[in-house]
């Protein structure tokens, strides 16, 4: 007990933060980062940071930053994998999902409990920690578990807030204030995404996720964000060409995750806003949208998958002539991840990137996060290098009906041969307490099979038929 009451008394003194008109300003990323000893790349890697974190800034550098990794911890990371925001303690609540959530008086179930809060009741967060989340509960510091609420923040509000220029000439700004250097400027009628707002500053998104700084007067609400929908993109440096086929020229080439209003559907391709005003392609099979999915977002609210991309680190699994079965899952479940995501699922995954994870930590990441589903990723090798097809593996009878929500999917109308559902004896199964499934959607000792796998078509196919049948079982 001697312990924690240390620690608790290093995270007052070190987290609490300014009350009133200073805000502390926080790192956010959208990604996994490396996180460094000192400002530059030659420095050693000392942790990563994930999706959706956010770290208060300590100090800046040129191009780096210094973030506070937890009370005792700092670490660089490069300015440009960061999402900076100003917040203050009030800009960020979060509600109960459950009811009689425990807060308890430190980051882990192995804190004491201070008391409880009721579902749908609102509450400040003072600061975030891994999978705990701080709040101020009744004028003293208690924790929750971030996976049993939702939050709020300002910028997630602002994600979707997507404005239109309304002067002729609107400068974009480096910083606040008239004073700052204009880095660009944006024609009228201009579509930005407004990231936050402070005072009467607004920080936008434009031109392929540059941003800047303009006057919030000349921004105006658009009906084009009215009932439009959105393409996001899947894969790192997507190529956006003049017209919808493969043999038109590459206008632009969009990052991974950037959204783009759909303005119309030709055949397999959408037809997405620039905002400068004019338009180009995307092949369909790169990009996610709401409406690719069957079934409507507010459906899968609140519900928790886990996928677990098969192997990982040292190992490597199955070996095709060129493929890596660790690659190639890590690719496949974060493409379904994002398809999930945008159907509104909560999706936990048990590594995003290349590394080592033990089998029992697959398993407690589900039992943990309590999750509706956990699915596992993986491609099939076998020494018949004509065995070919793709199967769906349940252990207990229980697994039944997601093993055959999903084979429905996958099974009807993959080009792979259909070899089922069957039983298999996985450790990731056997020693789950929650549905779950192991998918093995390929062979890579078939040479024919390696390649048509690591196709984008086959992906897009895939990953969308495995989160279909993942959103019908949620049903
Ligand atoms: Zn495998």
Redesign the pocket.
């Known amino acids: 007990m001697k312990n924690y009451s240390v620690l608790i008394l290093l995270f007052t003194i070190l987290f609490t933060m300014p009350s009133g008109a200073s805000a502390q300003k926080m790192a956010n990323f959208n990604e996994t980062v490396n996180v460094r000893s000192a400002p530059n790349l030659s420095s050693s890697v000392i942790t990563q940071v994930h999706q959706n974190e956010s770290h208060p800034i300590m100090e800046e550098d040129g191009e780096w930053i210094q973030i506070q990794l937890d009370a005792e911890k700092v670490g660089w990371v490069a300015s440009r994998l960061v999402t900076i925001t100003s917040e203050n303690n009030s800009s960020k609540t979060i509600e109960s999902t459950v009811s009689d959530l425990q807060v308890r008086a430190g980051p882990g179930k192995e804190f004491p409990v201070l008391g409880s809060i009721e579902v749908n009741t609102k509450w400040d967060v003072i600061k975030t920690e891994k999978d705990w989340i701080a709040i101020d509960y009744k004028g003293q510091e208690g924790w929750v578990a971030s996976w049993l609420v939702n939050s709020t923040t300002e910028s997630d509000q602002a994600v979707s807030s997507i404005k239109e220029v309304q002067a002729n000439i609107l400068n974009v700004r480096e910083s606040q204030g008239l004073g700052s250097r204009i880095i660009h400027q944006l024609p009228s009628g201009s579509v930005v995404e407004e990231v936050k707002k402070e005072n009467d500053w607004s920080f936008i998104r434009y031109d392929n996720g540059q941003t800047g700084w303009v006057d919030s007067s000349f921004l105006k609400e658009t009906t084009k964000s009215a009932g439009s929908r959105y393409a996001t993109i899947l894969y790192q440096a997507t190529n956006l060409r003049d017209g919808p086929g493969l043999g038109n020229k590459v206008i632009t080439q969009a990052r991974l995750h950037e959204k783009y209003q759909i303005l119309s559907k030709e055949g397999q391709w959408y037809e997405v806003a620039l905002t400068d005003g004019s338009s180009a392609y995307v092949a369909e099979w790169v990009v996610s949208t709401a409406a690719s999915l069957s079934t409507k977002q507010n459906l899968h609210a609140r519900k928790t998958v886990v996928l677990d991309a098969?192997?990982g680190g040292n190992d490597s699994?199955?070996q095709g002539i060129t493929t890596l079965?660790k690659i190639l899952?890590l690719r496949t479940t974060s493409t379904i991840a994002e398809k999930l995501k945008s159907a509104g699922v909560r999706v936990i995954l048990t590594r995003d990137t290349d590394t080592y994870i033990a089998l029992d930590e697959r398993t407690t990441i589900s039992e943990r996060n309590n999750a509706d589903a956990f699915v596992s990723i993986?491609?099939?090798s076998t020494v018949d290098p004509t065995a070919n097809g793709t199967t769906t593996y349940y252990y207990d009878q229980s697994d039944m009906s997601l093993a055959s929500a999903i084979h429905n999917k996958i099974g009807d109308d993959t080009s792979l041969r259909d070899r089922g559902v069957r039983f298999g004896n996985y450790y990731v199964l056997r020693n789950n307490k929650q549905p779950s499934v192991l998918l093995?959607l390929g062979f890579l000792s078939n040479p024919w099979e390696e390649q048509l796998v690591n196709r984008l078509d086959y992906q897009a196919e895939i990953t969308s038929e495995v989160a279909n049948g993942i959103l019908s079982f949620l049903q």
């Open positions: 098969g192997h699994g199955a079965e899952t993986h491609f099939d093995e």
